[in-house]
Structure formats: structure tokens, C-alpha cells
């Protein structure tokens, strides 16, 4: 027989200690100085954006104006999405009453947003991607959010934001919103990865799973292979050598946030290569390979190119792209391998003719 009253320690294991996340941050920083104090809010508004957006999602069907595209066409040549927008607005909005945040530079804005009433004070930028994998939210599946916050260097009087041309080593923390049957924020300062679930009857993330390790190794690649025959022949190879062994499995939502988070739990790596028309791949840098990579290293895992780590990819631009290699270290090697075999052979080739 099904106890209808199990005990209620077991029903609510979490709620013992509860640890929320502005508590966390401080905690983390083991302080109470202005700088913990900054990051501490600065979370806070982060998790108020999420919360407003997973509230919209939640509701998306139900209401006028949620789903469908805009008509419109954002900078990166990609159509717009109605949520796009609002969640671009939503962070805009809970930042100007922070006061912290000077400038928000978004993957849907062309030019960094100035809230000229913080900068004399503002010394952070929030740099995010609103709505990652917006092209599942019309059929409800997982979609997210993802940001990272960077010191701001110099006045930037002339409005260039040309100091957030700097490699992804210069993020303070970093992070993201997965609005999947919960929705959870993910987090790192630098001390570790740790993540958060939404008690909807609280409003309050409540931390979940502290110092996150992503395994050594895993089952999983995770890559759109519509895109084979645009691909290089070396990841071309790569995905044959996963095909022809054992122990592999794949799995692609469309979202990075949420192919991202199965494997920081599970283990395995995520690909987005360049293809023949973009040999740069399609993700930005700045708004989603810089900050994932930063959470993934904290996790003991890596983040590459194919030739070079991504924290330590300098853009030419802010809205730059690169390609994307990145999870457990031994399978993020394994990609690199036939990056680095097929480099040889075609310089094998080179000399050999000359
Ligand atoms: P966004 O919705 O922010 O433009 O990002 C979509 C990204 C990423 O989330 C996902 O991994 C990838 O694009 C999917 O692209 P393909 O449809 O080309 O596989
Ligand atoms: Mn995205
Ligand atoms: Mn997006």
C-alpha cells in the first residue's frame, strides 16, 4: 500500500537547509564587502529576470503576443522571436533599478544598452543571450538564458564598449536559466559551479546541487549532424569514429543552454563546428561560448575551438563567432584529435607537392 503521508523530512529533504540564492553568493565570498555585496544583488536581479521570463513561458500558450516571430530581422541575420524581445527587455528593465549596471550588451541588440543614470557608479556589464534556442519555444521545449558579468574598464565616454574586447578570462561569473519541468539557474563566481531550482510556491531558487563536477568522460556527443556534409572532414571523422564505437549516444534539443546542462551532469561534449559557409561556426562568443566555457572549466571540464581554449579567444567584435567544443575533457580531446590529424595530413600534402 502507497503511504499517503510519508513523512514529511523525506517529502522535503531540500528545505533543511534551504540556502537561497543571495545567501549562496555572500556565503561563496565569505564576506560582506561591497564587492560581495555587488555580485550578491547582481545575482539577485539576474534570478528576478528569470523569474519573470519562466512566468511568461509558463503562460505562453495562453496569452496574446507570446509566441510566433516579430517580422523582424536581429544583427546576427537571425528572424526574431516575440520572447526574444521581451526577455531582452525583461534584463534591461530589473537593471536600470539596480544601479550597478552601466551597460547590458545582448546578442539581440546591435549596440551595447546604456543606462546613463548608473554610470557614474555602474562598474559592471551584463552580457547575455536572452533567449537561447528561441526556435523551441513555439512547440514548448526547453529553452534558456544565459549571461555573464564583466568589470567595466575605463569610462568608455565615446560609447565603443571597446574594453569588452578581451578574452572570456576577464568574466567575474557567469551563468544561466534553464526553463525546462523546472526551471533552474546555474552559476559560478569562480568558486565552483553550483545550481539552483525555482520553488514556484517560494519564488526563491533554492540551491540543489553544490560544486558540480562534470565527469571525466561520457556517453553523449551532442551536435546537429544535418550539418555533415558542411562540416570539415575532420569532424566528419570524429562523428564516423562515434557511429563505429560503443558507448556513445546522442542527443540535440536545439537549445545549448539545455544540451549544455545534460552534459555539465552527465558527462560528454557538445559541438557546434564551423561549416563551409561559416567556418566560424553560429555561436557568439561573448553571449554564449565565453560563458559557458568559463562555468565549464570551473567544473573541471574544457571549452576549445578545435585549436585554441575559448576563454582565451580574443573577439575582433562584440557580436563575434566561434566554434564550439566543450565538455569533459577527455571527449573535448578526442574532437580535438582528428582536428590536430587532419591538420597534419593536409600539411603532409602541402609539402609533398612543393
Ligand atoms: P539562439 O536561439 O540564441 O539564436 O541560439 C540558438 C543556438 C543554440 O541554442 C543551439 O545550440 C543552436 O543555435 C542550434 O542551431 P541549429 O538549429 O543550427 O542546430
Ligand atoms: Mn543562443
Ligand atoms: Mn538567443
Known sequence: MVDAYPPLDHEYALDRDCT???????????????DAQDL????NRIALAGKLIARRLSRAGLMEGVLGFTGDVNVQGETVKKMDIYANEVFISVFKQSGMVCRLASEEMEKPY?????CPIGRYTLLYDPIDGSSNIDTN???????AIRQQEGEDLEGTASDLLQSGRKQLGAGYILYGPSTMLVYSIGRGVHAFTLDPSLGEFILSNENIQVPEHGP????NEGNFWQWDESIRNYTRYVHRHEGYT???????????????????VFLYPGTLKKPEGKLRLLYESAPLAYLIEQAGGR???????ILDVIPDKIHARTPLIIGSKEDVSLVESFIQEEAREKEEKLIARS
Open 20 to 34: 537561497t540564492l543571495s545567501r549562496h553568493v555572500l556565503q561563496q565570498l565569505q564576506s560582506f564587502s561591497p
Open 40 to 43: 550578491s544583488a547582481l545575482m
Open 114 to 118: 546604456y543606462i546613463p543614470e548608473n
Open 141 to 147: 521545449i526547453n529553452v534558456g538564458s544565459i549571461f
Open 220 to 223: 553523449i556527443y551532442s551536435v
Open 250 to 268: 546522442a542527443r540535440y534539443s536545439g537549445a545549448l543552454v539545455g544540451d549544455f546542462h545534460r552534459i555539465l551532469f552527465q558527462g560528454g
Open 303 to 309: 571549452a576549445s575551438t578545435g585549436t585554441q581554449d
